[in-house]
């Protein structure tokens, strides 16, 4: 039998559906490369996503395999050239990438060709509608569903037939922050290894704090493929319950998206929809460049810039302090995260930010507002964190670091607060109670905190 498998975003030769039993087959590997993607994705994202392609084209060469890398306008002629018996590729959940799949299924029954669509960026089956919150979406499904299963082995060799297609080379993508990120299959194990065997297990309590080696830094992995979830989940299970869970939250804001696609630019709740957000040019580009003149926010903020990754506990701070104090339109952010993060994924970016800004699933109640002040009390509370990312108060005091104003005073080469956070909170509550009225947002689990 002859196969064609479609890479998009599992870029790895181990535990991949799309390589069982591929060593039995005439197995033809196939990337086409989508222009609207080069268009949308930030270059971190790109150059870490065509460096792991290289290096899969790398593995499928080295079991004797051969990797096609198409535009994906040639698509059809490409088909019409390997003349293969089935199709596999994965499911995506993205409007655009479910958009792509459905004319692909439609071509594929004109022609027809049989096709199979396969699970590997999600853990769990897509529910019929989604879940009003996470809790109720973990208890009623995720754990109904979803078990550790053994690894789909991989093949240990390869047979991909020559075939004259129009091909493209891999782009060239280099940046300073994704330089930090690069890294072959076996290093991202390597990595993944550590994390399990010295971290796994006190993750619950270390998984908040940002200057700690406490989280497993896998997202930019997870987004390209380059190191399976079913991998992770098998290892978590029994370990730790909220390593699973976050696993969890990500499926949980997948499902999101692909029931609610106009989430991409659109509040989930209506009554959010016509929300007075701010346009302050200039006050965004101070958030943006870690210039706001409060400590965590500037730390979090240049760690993205200089990283392409945030840690957790930071990107809700920062996306807090954007949405509630600045009072600036959420999508602002989200765009500025999608541009900058190596682990760039819309269905988190914009499942996390609307929650953060109260307006989407299982969010925040709107009056629930991150002191970014006692967030950093309390979850970076040596201030290691704010001095490596935030070099010009290096040598601030612990209580300096709290005295907004006195710190400008101490430290002139460190802005003033570009806006105060108790005032930014009173203007916020102001608003929003303006806005909503009497029929003020009922309170809401608070379960992701
Ligand atoms: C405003 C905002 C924007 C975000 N944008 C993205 C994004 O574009 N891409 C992205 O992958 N994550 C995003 N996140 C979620 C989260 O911050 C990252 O997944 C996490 O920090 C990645 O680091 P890690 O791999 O060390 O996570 P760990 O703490 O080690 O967690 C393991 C995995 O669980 C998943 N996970 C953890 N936290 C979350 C969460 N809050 N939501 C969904 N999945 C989660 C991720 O896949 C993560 O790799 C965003 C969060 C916020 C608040």
Known sequence: MRTVAIFRRELRLTDNPLLQ????DEWIPVFFLDEYNQQEHGNNLRALFFHALRQLRNGIESVGGQLYVVPLEQQERFLDIARPDEVRFCEDVEPHSRERDEHL?????????RYRVLRDSLLSPIPEATYPSFTQFYKRHFTQHVQPEPPIPMPSR???????????????????????????EAEVQAKWQRFVATTLSRYGSLRNLPAE???????PYIRCGIISLRQMLREAWGVSEQFVKELAWRDFYSHLLYHHPETVDMELRPEWRSFPWRQDEEQFERWAKGQTGIPLVDAGMRQLLCEGWMHNRTRMVVASYLTKHLLIDWRWGERWFYRHLVDADLAQNVGNWQWTAGCGADALPYF?????????????????YIRRYVPELRNATNELL?????????FPDYPPPVVH?????????????????????EKLPFDHE
């Open 421 to 441: 956070p108790e005032e930014g909170r009173k203007r916020f509550l102001q608003v929003a109670q303006r806005f909503f009225g009497d029929s003020a947002q």
């Open 368 to 384: 629930r507002i991150f002191n970014p002040v006692l967030q950093a009390q309390k979850f970076d509370p040596n201030a290691d």
């Open 213 to 219: 080696d406490g989280v497993s830094r896998m997202s």
């Open 402 to 410: 709290s005295d907004l104003q006195g710190l400008h005073r101490a």
């Open 21 to 24: 039993d591929a060593e039995r």
């Open 158 to 184: 390869l047979h991909t037939p020559t075939l004259d297609v129009p091909v493209v080379a891999i782009p060239e993508v280099n940046t300073q922050p994704a330089s930090g990120w690069y890294a072959t």
């Open 105 to 113: 299924k439609r071509l594929l029954q004109r022609k027809g060709i």
